[in-house]
């Protein structure tokens, strides 16, 4: 996978994308991701790449000229089409569903904004898909840009040691059953689940115990209670993802009922 991020300030970025999971994975050669300075496509002698506003108002606006030929530029190296992607507040809201689309592609170019904002011309020109990273305004796009890096990034296979980590994240999780230890299946709705709760040693700090489930090695029971934990904290935190209808609703109730029926079955063996 390729991925070419265009701003204003590669050497921001740079760092981020040469540490930790995205830098290892760019040096075992999963993907490339390489950072370009829009200005180096200015026509203009001093390398701007900005201008006042048609119609007067404050700040400045992108210009046309470097944006285009930066991303027909790039787009001209002959490494198969690309997927245009322009970092913007006016976007649809990034998810798990979107990663999962882009990191499915051969090869992306970002475009981090700066200033005023864009010039329309560019949206309607480039037809970029136009993406948001949450609903609040940034001084740049390429924070955003970070964020939907690493969120693509980390889903390509090889990319994190643990392939099933992958799979029982937040947004990952669906409310269906699993169908084997680790894995997460996907009903025809395809509601998202946040992660179950996890616990790591020591078994009790500061008063504070891992429930008894996680401790007996019973992988089936271990599953229906982080299923059934999954369903309840989304229900407590994120109602807005099971509210796609209500067989949601009716997934939750049968996960608690599961979870009673886990622990009374724990309860009779422990007598």
Known sequence: MRIDVLTLFPEVCEPFFSAS???????????????????GWSADPHHKVDDRPFGGGPGMVM???????????????GEGAATRVLLTPQGERLNQRIVEEFAARKR?????????????????GLSPREISIG???L???????MV??????????GALGDEESVQDESFRMTDAAPREAGAAGEDESGRRLLEYPQYTRPR?????????ILLGGDHGKIRAWRRAEALKRTAQRRPDLQAADQNG?????????????VENSHAEQDH
């Open 108 to 124: 992306l170019i970002l475009v981090a904004g700066h200033y005023e904002g864009f010039d329309e011309r560019i949206r309607s």
């Open 21 to 39: 999971i995205l830098g290892r994975a760019r040096q075992s050669g999963l993907v490339t991701i390489a950072c370009h300075n829009i200005r």
């Open 249 to 261: 609703v009716e997934s939750y109730r049968q996960a608690r009922q599961d979870e009673a029926g």
């Open 63 to 77: 210009m046309c000229q470097p944006v285009f030929e930066a991303v027909e530029g790039l787009e001209s190296q």
């Open 135 to 137: 609903d609040y305004v």
């Open 204 to 212: 009790v700090f500061r008063g504070m115990e891992v429930p008894e």
């Open 148 to 157: 939907l890096v690493d969120a693509v990034v980390r889903l390509i296979p």
């Open 139 to 145: 001084s740049g796009g390429e924070a955003a840009a």
